[in-house]
């Protein structure tokens, strides 16, 4: 195969999984795709975080439910990296001469891409997962793998000692050299999460995940075997410690919680910040019309929306319609949500196109946050 | 559609538009939101499956060239096909009813030769309308007239554009200026491509005349007739016009209309945020686009990308363009403030609906 130019770090984005404490929401689509914030799909931030650091090739690794994804990335000239010497591509389970298989964990799909990665001949690999919210500029992360000599380089961040049990756990020396991994410790003598962000060495990388394919006994998951297996190797193993803001709306609860969060005069996350752009594939929808009788207060709407009703404290995602007498409360509209006249919707997620009758009623002001899947209708 | 090559004339300027056409020409000019009058005959003829399209450029290209770029959010970025950029004229015109001056199409004569479509289908960028092209070119085709212009009654008075002298299908003159109700040429017109090819060497001699105004003695001698659009349609000649017309957008049935979805209006993504509300919004009746931030008061009005409305500003019966700022207490009402102004706390800005108050581009 003819090889492409040279690349120093290329990143391999891991969005196969079905994010299934996402319910209904990821029904139809895979959790990167679900959409966030008004108007963009979760991927958006691991692809603009891509772009914003200058990686121009990036190999998106899909296998659940993964149509609404492909046609979304689509050249990702959305993200700016429809580049000619990289770009992206989408790298779903494919058949060789000895046959086809699923994906059976995060080192496995890597494992049976190393042809891709070597067309590229980069020194360096970064590994991320497509379902986390941050801003990073992943040449900071870079640079410190660089200058340590590190095979491995683990982005991690201080998480409060009493929630340590639900997260890797990195335990390190004051120089950032990893001595210790542990997978959900029950009594974990670190505070030190991992973030699934790895650096890898590209001759690191691929000798590692060889040999792991060879071991019936593994799981070929990068947490449960491959960092084990370095460490135990002696490997140089580091931490590059994050402090900004990073999470996994894996949960309707994160999911709802955040999306208010966004709602903050000041937000802990701050979409707005055009030092550093989250770009998304967005659809050309006209601009959002508020109409005479209309009262929209403490919320984030998004383009093509038309509201008629009473929205407070919501966010309302591109072409949603919210019509007369309707009451939208401390809920998240997915993009093409309807609610209409009169209908009353209070703590809720309404998935993609969810029609909502008029005079319905969906969700309570106390108790669990309710959620529809796309395409569904609320009597 | 592949019989018909579209050719865009983005050069047009005017006077009648004041300090709004100061900086830009009408094809630049901001309008609905998050649109510029070029999107409206651009995406019309993308959505009626137009894939060439030639765009003659104005004098002061910039604004123009930056909102367009390669053509992609219109899928123009085409290997076969897409937008072609040409040059137009330097020169102004000779009166304010000229949109299409024959120089600038004898000027652009091998883009026209090398086409491989048996149509052109010309327009200007001062119209504000969704339309399928395709009738109007299938109508052109089976009547076989040498040249089908679009047409639409004036719903007032517009002293800077052509009206159709009819009789029946028929264009038997033309009037500069239309008056209420008269059929209004709405600067589109389709045409095969080696008569017009033709029309350039045949007027050689009078190449800084408009098309019209050159076959205007020769009306009799060809088949030229109009074709009706029933559709929302207006004409942006003057600053009453832009005003006016902008502020039809807030009608339901005008937005379903011209922002259908079928057919949208195409225009540059800038990947803004979506809009945020604070405590303290009050928006009654307004379009605005995402990257706004409003705490204030906002009613009968059109902002655009960026513009941010402070706790206590009021802002009515306006236009803000991209990246206002309405200081806190400030009050704006039938005004139309260009980009980049920040409006300080407590300054009351106002005109009356006949006569807008005008805040120019602000220069960074």
Same mark, same amino acid.
């Given at each position: 195969m003819k090889k492409m130019k040279e690349k120093e770090c290329i990143a391999m984005l891991l969005a196969g999984g079905q994010g299934s404490r996402l319910g209904a929401l990821t029904k139809t689509i895979a959790k990167p795709a679900v959409s966030f914030g008004g108007k963009y799909r979760i991927i958006d931030f691991s692809l603009s975080n891509c772009a914003n650091s200058n990686i121009d090739t990036v190999g998106v690794l899909t296998q659940y439910r993964p149509y609404l994804l492909n046609t979304y990335i689509g050249t990702g000239s959305a993200w700016g990296l429809d580049s000619s010497t990289g770009g992206v591509a989408i790298l779903p389970p494919y058949a060789t001469e000895s046959g086809g298989r699923w994906y059976e964990g995060t080192a496995d799909a890597i494992f049976r891409n190393l042809d891709y990665i070597r067309l590229y001949r980069p020194k360096y690999v970064l590994? #991320?997962?497509?379902?986390? #919210?941050?801003?990073?500029?992943?040449?900071?992360?870079?640079?410190?793998?660089?200058? %340590?000599?590190?095979?491995?380089?683990?982005?991690?961040?201080?998480?409060?000692?009493?929630?340590?049990?639900?997260?890797?756990?990195?335990?390190? !020396?004051?120089?950032?050299?990893?001595?210790?991994?542990?997978?959900?410790?029950?009594?974990?003598?670190?505070?030190l999460a991992s973030m699934g962000i790895y650096i890898f060495s590209t001759d690191v990388l691929e000798a590692a995940l060889v040999q792991d394919?060879?071991?019936?006994?593994s799981e070929h998951d990068f947490g449960k075997n491959i960092i084990p297996k370095l460490l135990a190797e002696g490997k140089n193993l580091f931490t590059y410690e994050?402090?900004?803001?990073? %999470?996994?709306?894996?949960?309707?609860?994160?999911?709802?919680?955040?999306?208010?969060? #966004?709602?903050?005069?000041?937000?802990?996350?701050? #979409?707005?910040?055009?030092?550093?752009?989250?770009?998304?594939?967005?659809?050309?929808?006209?601009? !959002?019309?508020?109409?005479?009788?209309?009262?929209?207060?403490?919320?984030?709407?998004?383009?093509?929306? !038309?509201i008629f009703g009473k929205v407070v404290h919501s966010v309302i995602s591109v072409d949603s319609f919210v019509g007369k007498g309707a009451v939208v409360t401390d809920s998240v509209l997915l993009p093409g949500a309807i609610v209409r006249e009169n209908a009353i919707v209070t703590r809720a997620i309404l998935g993609e196109n969810t029609e909502v009758k008029a005079g319905g009623i969906f969700g309570n002001a106390e108790g669990e946050i309710v959620v529809t899947g796309d395409d569904s209708v609320v009597e | 559609m592949d019989r018909v090559t579209g050719l865009i004339a983005a050069n047009y300027e005017t006077k009648a538009l004041g300090s709004l056409t100061s900086e830009r020409t009408i094809a630049s000019l901001p309008y609905g939101g998050r649109y510029r009058m070029i999107d409206f005959p651009l995406s019309n003829m993308v959505n009626s499956g137009i894939q060439t399209v030639g765009l003659v450029t104005p004098y002061k290209y910039r604004s123009v060239m930056d909102h367009i770029g390669a053509g992609k959010e219109w899928g123009l970025d085409r290997k076969n096909g897409g937008l072609f950029i040409l040059p137009g004229s330097v020169f102004g015109v000779a009166s304010s009813q000229s949109r299409f001056l024959l120089r600038d199409l004898k000027r652009n004569e091998v883009f026209l030769r090398r086409s491989q479509a048996d149509y052109v289908l010309v327009t200007s960028s001062d119209a504000v309308y969704n339309m399928d092209y395709r009738p109007l070119v299938d109508k052109h085709i089976e009547t076989g007239a040498d040249i089908t212009m679009l047409y639409r009654e004036a719903v007032e008075d517009a002293p800077n554009d052509l009206s159709l002298i009819l009789s029946g299908e028929q264009v038997t003159g033309f009037n500069r200026g239309g008056l209420k109700g008269e059929p209004l040429f709405r600067n589109c017109f389709v045409m095969r491509r080696d008569l017009l090819i033709n029309i350039l060497e045949w007027y050689a001699a009078v190449d800084y005349l408009d098309i019209f105004e050159a076959l205007e003695d020769d009306l009799g001698k060809m088949d030229i007739r109009g074709y009706r659009f029933d559709g929302y349609i207006r004409s942006i000649a003057t600053v009453r016009d832009y005003f006016q017309h902008s502020m039809e957008l807030l009608r339901n049935e005008v937005r379903e209309e011209l922002f259908s979805r079928e057919n949208p209006i195409m225009t540059k993504v800038q990947d803004s945020v979506p809009t945020k509300y604070l405590a303290g919004a009050v928006v009654k009746n307004a379009l605005i686009p995402a990257g706004c931030v409003i705490q204030g008061t906002v009613e009968n009005s059109i902002l655009f990308r960026g513009v941010q409305v402070k706790p206590g500003a009021v802002v009515r019966n306006s236009i803000l363009m991209q990246s206002c700022v309405v200081e806190p207490g400030a009050v704006v009402e039938n005004a139309i403030i260009d980009r980049g102004n920040t409006i300080a706390a407590g300054t009351v800005l106002k005109g009356s609906p006949d006569n807008v108050f005008i805040l120019n581009k602000h220069l960074i």
């Open positions: 590994i #991320l997962s497509g379902d986390h #919210l941050y801003r990073m500029d992943y040449r900071k992360m870079l640079k410190r793998h660089i200058e %340590k000599e590190a095979d491995l380089t683990i982005s991690v961040m201080k998480v409060p000692m009493e929630e340590a049990s639900r997260f890797g756990i990195m335990t390190a !020396q004051e120089d950032g050299r990893i001595v210790k991994f542990s997978e959900k410790p029950k009594e974990p003598d670190s505070d394919s060879t071991d019936p006994t994050f402090s900004g803001f990073w %999470k996994d709306v894996g949960t309707i609860p994160a999911f709802h919680e955040t999306s208010m969060d #966004l709602l903050e005069p000041e937000p802990p996350f701050d #979409l707005a910040d055009e030092e550093f752009p989250i770009f998304s594939n967005e659809n050309i929808s006209p601009p !959002q019309y508020i109409g005479p009788d209309a009262a929209v207060e403490n919320s984030f709407i998004g383009n093509g929306s !038309q | -």
